[in-house]
């Protein structure tokens, strides 16, 4: 389970502030798919990073009783100068897991052919993705966090991606953000919709889609207000 707790985030852009995280409390269930919906800047994937830990909120707390991912396919941790495969296996020190069972893994996944062994600083923006997306399902976790990965690499990679994601999903929990409403009722359980800093949860992922549609045709819950 994750408690998000009070959490405020506001960005300031050349003196103008921009709050993505007013108050919000939210409580994420273990062993739930949860979609996350809002128009883009609305906040989704700072929500995650939040959740994952790799940004601070302004004020707030979130707590958890159990492992969370890195957002999957986030390659910000990576250090530019180590290859591929050395940037796997320090992420596996870190997690404690096998190493070598991890470099495998990744290698066989993102199908990097010999950049597996290049600097990282070396690879496109797909190549990092790949990696990340890699490293990050080589590791079990009991919730992963999800920002629109399946959109990287050809139609092969998506396809590939798209079903271990599935997989992993349904033997832990998921926070996930897509544009495809399509993947959204495929795989979330219920929703959380963000508009205007504010957020409400929808236990049904079907009233949350037409929540948030209806937000993107001028309609704003009383809510969000």
């Given at each position: 389970?994750?408690?998000?707790?009070?959490?405020?985030?506001?960005?300031?852009?050349?003196?103008?502030?921009?709050?993505?995280?007013?108050?919000?409390?939210?409580?994420?269930?273990?062993?739930?798919?949860?979609?996350?919906?809002?128009?883009?800047?609305?906040?989704?994937?700072?929500?995650?990073?939040?959740?994952?830990?790799?940004?601070?909120?302004?004020?707030?707390?979130?707590?958890?009783?159990?492992?969370?991912?890195?957002?999957?396919?986030?390659?910000?941790?990576?250090?530019?100068?180590?290859?591929?495969?050395?940037?796997?296996?320090?992420?596996?020190?870190?997690?404690?897991?096998?190493?070598?069972?991890?470099?495998?893994?990744?290698?066989?996944?993102?199908?990097?052919?010999?950049?597996?062994?290049?600097?990282?600083?070396?690879?496109?923006?797909?190549?990092?993705?790949?990696?990340?997306?890699?490293?990050?399902?080589?590791?079990?976790?009991?919730?992963?966090?999800?920002?629109?990965?399946?959109?990287?690499?050809?139609?092969?990679?998506?396809?590939?991606?798209?079903?271990?994601?599935?997989?992993?999903?349904?033997?832990?929990?998921?926070?996930?953000?897509?544009h495809s409403m399509h993947l959204m009722r495929e795989l979330c359980d219920a929703g959380v919709v963000l508009i205007n800093g504010h957020a409400q949860?929808?236990?049904?992922?079907?009233?949350?889609?037409?929540?948030?549609?209806?937000?993107?045709?001028?309609?704003?819950?009383?809510?969000?207000?």
């Amino acid at each position: 389970m994750i408690e998000v707790q009070n959490l405020k985030k506001t960005y300031y852009v050349k003196g103008v502030g921009k709050t993505v995280a007013n108050n919000i409390s939210l409580t994420f269930p273990t062993g739930k798919s949860v979609g996350l919906f809002g128009r883009n800047g609305a906040g989704k994937s700072t929500l995650l990073r939040m959740i994952a830990g790799v940004e601070d909120p302004d004020d707030g707390s979130i707590v958890s009783d159990g492992t969370i991912s890195w957002p999957v396919g986030f390659s910000g941790s990576f250090h530019r100068e180590l290859t591929g495969a050395q940037n796997t296996r320090f992420v596996a020190r870190v997690y404690g897991v096998d190493t070598d069972e991890l470099v495998r893994y990744v290698e066989d996944f993102a199908n990097l052919g010999p950049h597996f062994h290049a600097p990282f600083r070396t690879y496109s923006s797909g190549m990092r993705s790949r990696l990340a997306f890699g490293v990050s399902m080589g590791i079990k976790f009991d919730t992963y966090l999800v920002d629109e990965v399946t959109s990287v690499g050809d139609a092969a990679f998506r396809k590939r991606s798209t079903g271990l994601l599935r997989q992993r999903i349904g033997e832990s929990a998921a926070i996930v953000v897509s544009h495809s409403m399509h993947l959204m009722r495929e795989l979330c359980d219920a929703g959380v919709v963000l508009i205007n800093g504010h957020a409400q949860w929808f236990d049904d992922v079907d009233e949350a889609i037409s929540t948030h549609e209806d937000a993107m045709n001028g309609i704003q819950p009383s809510w969000s207000i």
